[in-house]
C-alpha cells in the first residue's frame, strides 16, 4: 500500500473510497452514545497498552480527498481579523473580574475563579492554540506577540513553548518520542480505576506543562524566554499593585479551567479513541462558543490553516466527510464517560512508530 500522502485521490469518492484509502475508518457514525457498545469500544476493561498504527497520521489523505471535491474551501485559508480584538475582549473581561472578585468572600471568589475565570482563561489559552497557527495576523511574529498577551490573563508563560510542541503534534500525530499530546507510559499504569482518573483529570494542567520536559526536551528559545520574563513581570506588578489575591484569581482560573472543567473535555475529547480505528473526534456542541470552534477538531487537523471561525463552513462544504464520522455532542459526557468507563484511560490514545515522523533523522 503506498503512503497516504502520495496516493492518487479519486475525486468522486466518498465513503467507501474513503474506507479503501484510510482502511481504519470505523463503521460507527454519529454522535456517541455513552457507554460506546463495545463491539466498537473493543474491550470492557481498561487497556494495557496503546493502540499502534502502522500509517502516518490520516489528516493529510483526507485533506487531498475533500480538495479534490471541493476546492473551494481554500477560500477560507487564512487569519481571523477580528482575532486581536476578541483576545482583547476576554482580557479586559479578566481584569475586570479580577478587580472586583479580590474582595469578595471565598465562596464567591472561588465560584467566580471557576465559572468566570476557568472559561476565561481556557478561552485565552485556546487562543494561543489559534495563534500558533498564525491565525490572527498574516506577519507570524504579530502572533506570536498576541499570544503572550494572551497569557497575560492566565497568569502562566506557555504560549511560546506551546507553539514549538503543537506544530509537531500536527505533522507528527501519535508518533512515539514526538507528540507530547499523547500521554506517557507512566500515566496509563498509575491512572487507573475512577479515583486516580478524577486526579488525572484535575492534573492536566501540570501534565501538560510538565510532559513535554519528559518526552521531548527542548531548550529554550528566544521567544520563550521574552515569554516568561513579561508574563512573570505581569505577575509580579499585579501582585504588587493589586494584591495576591487579583493574581491567585487569575493563576486560580487558569488551573481550574483546564482540570474538571467542561471546557477542558476537549482534551480528552479530541484524540482519545473511543471508538476503534477513530483517533480524531469533532465536538460540535455550544461550548465552542468559547474556545474558538476548538471542538471542530476533524476539520481543524483536515485544514489547519482554516480560522476557528471558518470551521463550521468547512464542515458544510464537505457534509459527506464529516457526518459520517463518529463525533461528539457534549464535553460533560466525555469527561464523565472517561472517568467512569473501565476501557478508557491514558492509554486509549493511537502511536505511530518514529519512522513515521516528518522531522529530519527523527529528531
Not at 475565570?117 to 487562543?127: C, K, R, Y
Not at 488551573?255 to 471546557?263: C, D, I, S
Request: net charge neutral; aromatic share 14%; hydrophobic share 40%.
Amino acid at each position: 500500500m503506498p503512503p497516504r500522502d502520495t496516493e492518487v485521490l479519486d475525486p468522486t469518492a466518498t465513503l467507501p473510497a474513503m474506507k479503501k484509502r484510510m482502511p481504519n475508518q470505523p463503521e460507527y457514525a454519529g454522535p456517541l452514545v455513552f457507554p460506546v457498545p463495545k463491539e466498537h469500544a473493543g474491550s470492557e476493561k481498561q487497556r494495557e497498552d496503546f493502540s499502534y498504527d502502522d500509517n502516518k497520521e490520516p489528516h493529510l489523505t483526507r485533506r487531498k480527498l475533500i480538495l479534490e471535491k471541493h476546492p473551494e474551501i481554500k477560500k477560507l485559508y487564512g487569519p481571523d481579523t477580528l482575532m486581536v480584538y476578541k483576545v482583547a475582549a476576554v482580557l479586559l473581561l479578566q481584569f475586570f473580574t479580577m478587580l472586583w472578585v479580590r474582595d469578595q468572600s471565598w465562596a464567591v471568589f472561588l465560584f467566580v475563579a471557576y465559572a468566570v475565570g476557568g472559561t476565561a482563561n481556557h478561552a485565552l489559552s485556546l487562543a494561543s492554540h489559534e495563534l500558533s497557527h498564525n491565525l490572527a495576523f498574516k506577519t507570524p511574529r504579530y502572533n506570536t506577540y498576541l499570544g503572550i498577551a494572551a497569557n497575560f490573563g492566565m497568569g502562566f508563560p506557555a504560549s511560546a513553548t506551546f507553539k514549538r510542541y503543537h506544530m509537531e503534534h500536527h505533522a507528527d500525530q501519535g508518533v512515539n518520542g514526538v507528540d507530547v499530546d499523547v500521554p506517557t507510559e507512566w500515566e496509563g499504569r498509575v491512572f487507573r480505576g475512577v479515583p486516580m482518573k478524577i486526579l488525572w483529570v484535575l492534573m492536566q494542567p501540570a501534565f501538560y506543562a510538565l510532559r513535554p520536559m519528559y518526552v521531548r526536551p527542548k531548550s529554550p528559545n528566544t521567544d520563550e524566554i521574552i515569554n516568561f520574563v513579561l508574563v512573570i513581570s505581569s505577575d509580579i506588578a499585579i501582585a504588587y499593585f493589586f494584591g495576591g489575591s487579583a493574581l491567585g484569581y487569575l493563576i486560580g482560573g487558569t488551573l481550574l479551567g483546564m482540570g474538571l472543567h467542561p471546557t477542558a473535555g476537549h482534551f480528552i475529547a479530541e484524540h482519545y479513541e473511543f471508538i476503534n480505528g477513530q483517533e480524531t473526534y469533532s465536538y460540535y456542541g455550544p461550548l465552542n462558543w468559547v474556545t474558538w470552534n476548538v471542538g471542530y477538531h476533524n476539520e481543524h487537523h483536515d485544514f489547519p490553516f482554516v480560522a476557528g471561525c471558518n470551521l463550521p463552513k468547512v464542515k458544510a462544504l464537505a457534509p459527506e466527510f464529516y457526518d459520517t464520522l463518529p463525533h461528539h455532542d457534549s464535553w460533560c459526557a466525555v469527561i464523565y464517560n472517561y472517568i467512569m468507563d473501565p476501557s478508557v484511560g491514558p492509554y486509549s490514545r493511537v502511536k505511530r512508530e518514529l519512522k513515521y515522523t516528518t522531522l529530519k533523522a527523527g529528531k
